[in-house]
C-alpha cells in the first residue's frame, strides 16, 4: 500500500465523523428548535381574549383560525397551532361520510375529509367569524402569543429529532461494517 493510499479504517471514520455529524446537527436542532419554542409559550405570562376574524387553509386538512387581539390599544393577529394534524381522506367514489374536525385535549387537529367535503364550512363550524378565544401573550412583546393553549410539542422537533438519532445509528451501524 502506497504511502497516500486511505485505509479502510479511515473511510469508516470519514463516514462516522460525515454522517453521524449530519444526525448531531439534526438531533440537536430539534431539541433547539423545541426548547425556544417552550421558552417563547413560557414568557406569554398575560391573558386577554381575542376575536376570531378570518380563517387560513394551508392544505392538507390543515385549518386554523387567525384571532385578533388588543393589547395597550394596539392590535394584533395569532393563528392557532397545533400539535400536528390528524387526517383522514377519503377519494374516489362519493361515499356517504359526514366530514368534520375537531381538536383533542392534546392539541392534535382531527380533520375527516370525503369528496365533498367543504374545508371552509368544517373551519366555520369550529370556530365561527367573530368568536372569541383566549389569547396568551408576552407583556414585553405582545406580538408574541399563543391562542388557547401552548404548543406542547411540535411534530417537526420531533420528526428531526428522530432522524437525527436514526442517522446516528446508521452511521454507527456502517463504521463497524466496514471494518469487518
Known amino acids: 500500500m502506497g504511502r497516500g493510499a486511505v485505509t479502510e479504517l479511515q473511510i469508516a471514520y470519514l463516514e462516522l465523523a460525515s454522517v453521524g455529524g449530519l444526525g448531531v ?72 361520510m359526514q366530514p368534520e374536525a375537531r381538536e383533542d385535549e392534546k392539541g392534535w387537529l382531527h380533520v375527516k375529509l370525503g369528496p365533498m367535503a367543504n374545508i371552509g364550512d368544517l373551519a366555520e363550524q369550529l370556530w365561527p367569524i367573530g368568536s372569541v378565544l383566549p389569547v396568551h401573550y408576552n407583556p414585553v412583546k405582545p406580538q408574541c402569543s399563543y391562542v388557547d393553549r401552548p404548543v406542547s410539542s411540535n411534530f417537526v422537533c420531533t420528526m428531526f429529532i428522530i432522524a437525527g438519532l436514526a442517522t446516528i445509528a446508521m452511521a454507527v451501524l456502517v463504521f463497524f461494517l466496514i471494518q469487518l
Do not use: F
Open 25 to 96: 446537527l439534526l438531533t440537536v436542532a430539534g431539541i433547539a428548535a423545541r426548547i425556544l419554542a417552550k421558552r417563547a409559550s413560557d414568557s406569554c405570562t398575560a391573558r386577554t381574549t381575542g376575536t376570531v376574524v378570518k380563517h387560513r387553509y394551508a392544505g392538507e386538512g390543515r385549518l386554523y383560525p387567525i384571532v385578533q387581539y388588543e393589547v395597550g390599544g394596539k392590535s394584533y393577529q395569532a393563528r392557532k397551532k397545533y400539535n400536528g394534524v390528524k387526517l383522514v381522506q377519503v377519494a374516489g367514489l362519493p361515499i356517504p
